[in-house]
């Protein structure tokens, strides 16, 4: 099926969010579409999708002209769509979230589960997935409950598929699962959107790139454009792709890590006995395939788990044992995997969420009442700093673009007294331009002497970080190494092996 958009304008309130945006994408087409945080694409994909009315244009499939006034019509009309946030229901199981919006009924009116489960099998074994179709959503892992999306979608039939950044949060087996996934769905003719951050997947899948900025279309680009000319042309300006950064100047033992061992809920071990030590001044970043005990172990430095031993000690202070609120009073600054759960409340404005983790409201309370005045400047201020694009700082969280949420967790934590910096997952989300600026803060806080612990599932993101490199395998350590350790050596130590004569850090 033909997608045509045409003309789509799209505000709110005074915010020209899709101003005049025309998209064709044709059956057997893989189309990114590229542009900055905030630029408008998961907007003009809602519009798409029949989650907004548009102000202004059309939207045809093959030639006619639709008017969709829920995701129901739209998904009638044989369109799917993979959502940047999740609209699964956490206390469903996957079969239920399935189905959920396309009921089938067995007579009587009681839902017929067992279609449902059949299908959730069905197209799992197609692609390759491994989903237990009654698996509770809130017990999966996030790359999982992605998938659990992306069956959603391919359930119904969907001629034309939107894919908004979906591999954000995937690991790279993931991703190129999804990609092989994505080009068997175009070679069955259908038409595909896909929205991404990682110009690597964009040059490798697209067939045809649209880039836009501050809800226009600037341009079109081939697929064989260099990530430099992306990148420039997403942005508007230069971008350093590499991060630039001097040798450290590691200062005293800050951060020491001995002995750790967390359980999760059922008591098995997800972190085995960890042990490494952080300076002052030095990145330490934590390599590792997804779910291997990053997670639990950032988790439990912040006092984010219940059944921890061993030690943590920072500056000589015992953590181990003390409140979330304690360790976040010490001057740790936590920028968790997952924003939308743990770091930001969508209901508060950009300000409220600024000041959310400083205990008894910090400088912006005197006296037992709050300084809006205050908290208004330095949320400006920061607003503009960290380049969050909105109408102003009392615009809600909720409401941002899924960089824009990022970039005002990045900048709360960032702006903080911070004698430690945990950031998990830092850049996730993130436009090229965003990226460069977040990397060069987190060098500025190393070089400002506070220990620095980043987490990622990026090897690029690790090896232009870090002094040192940790990687993670089913919760332990297997080795702590130099940044300059060759890919293929971490890629092993990411399966578990230690290859003979690897120099330690
Ligand atoms: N429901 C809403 N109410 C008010 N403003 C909104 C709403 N949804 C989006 N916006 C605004 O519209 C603009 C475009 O947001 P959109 O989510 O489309 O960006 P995006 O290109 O998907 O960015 P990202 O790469 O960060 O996901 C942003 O300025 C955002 O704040
Ligand atoms: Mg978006």
Do not use: W
């Not at 101003?19 to 907007?43: M, Q």
């Not at 045809?208 to 081939?222: F, N, S």
């Not at 000690?313 to 979330?324: F, I, K, N, P, Q």
């Amino acid at each position: 099926m033909k997608l045509e958009l045409r003309g789509i304008t799209k505000r709110f309130g005074p915010l020209v969010a899709n101003d005049a945006i025309s998209l064709t994408v044709e059956p057997g087409e893989i189309h990114c579409l590229l542009g900055e945080n905030g630029a408008g694409k998961s907007t003009l994909m809602n519009v798409l999708y029949g989650l907004y009315p548009a102000d202004d244009g059309e939207v045809l499939l093959d030639g006619e002209v639709q008017h969709f006034k829920s995701p129901g019509d739209a998904m009638r009309a044989g369109i799917g769509m993979v959502h940047q946030h999740f609209m699964l229901i956490p206390v469903f199981t996957v079969a239920e979230n399935v189905i959920l919006g396309h009921e089938q009924t067995k007579p009587g009116g009681r839902l017929d589960l067992g279609a449902a489960r059949q299908q959730v099998r069905e197209i799992s074994q197609r692609f390759g997935f491994d989903l237990d179709p009654d698996a509770l959503i809130e017990s999966l892992p996030v790359g999982v409950q992605q998938r659990v999306e992306i069956i959603k979608a391919l359930s119904r039939d969907a001629k034309v598929l939107i894919f908004d950044e979906p591999t954000a949060v995937l690991t790279p087996q993931e991703t190129e699962d999804l990609m092989r996934i994505m080009r068997q769905l175009r070679d069955q003719g259908a038409a595909i959107v896909f929205i991404t951050h990682k110009l690597q997947e964009v040059r490798d899948v697209a067939d045809r790139i649209t880039v836009i900025r501050l809800g226009k279309v600037v341009g079109e680009a081939l697929p064989t454009a260099s990530n430099a000319e992306l990148a420039s042309m997403m942005v508007g300006r230069a971008v350093a792709l590499e991060v630039e950064k001097g040798p450290s100047h590691p200062t005293d033992a800050a951060l020491v890590v001995s002995g750790l061992r967390v359980a999760d809920p059922h008591d098995q071990i997800v972190v085995r006995d960890v042990s490494f030590t952080v300076h002052g001044g030095e990145v330490l970043a934590i390599a590792g395939v997804q779910g291997n005990g990053q997670t639990e172990l950032t988790q439990a430095l912040v006092g984010l788990q219940p059944k921890v031993t061993g030690s943590i000690t920072l500056d000589g202070d015992e953590l181990v044992g003390r409140s979330v609120r304690q360790v976040l009073d010490a001057g740790v600054g936590y920028v968790p995997e997952d924003r939308s759960s743990d770091g930001l409340v969508g209901g508060f404005t950009i300000a409220e969420n600024l000041m959310l983790d400083r205990s008894s409201g910090g400088p912006f309370v005197k006296a037992g009442s709050l300084q809006l005045k205050v908290l208004g400047d330095f949320a400006q201020q920061k607003v503009q700093e960290f380049d969050i694009r909105a109408l102003g700082s009392s615009e809600f969280a909720g409401q941002l673009s899924g960089g824009n949420q990022q970039k005002v967790v990045l900048a709360r934590e960032l702006s903080r007294d911070l004698k430690l910096l945990v950031a998990a997952q830092p850049t996730r989300g993130l436009d090229v331009g965003s990226i460069e600026f977040v990397h060069k803060r987190i060098i500025a806080a190393r070089d400002a002497g506070i220990p620095v612990v980043v987490v990622s599932t990026e090897l690029d993101e690790v090896t232009q970080l870090a002094d040192r490199v940790a990687v993670m395998f089913r919760g332990a350590i297997v080795g702590i190494v130099p940044a300059d350790t060759p890919r293929e050596t971490l890629g092993l130590m990411m399966a578990g092996e230690m290859p003979g004569g690897v120099k330690a850090a």
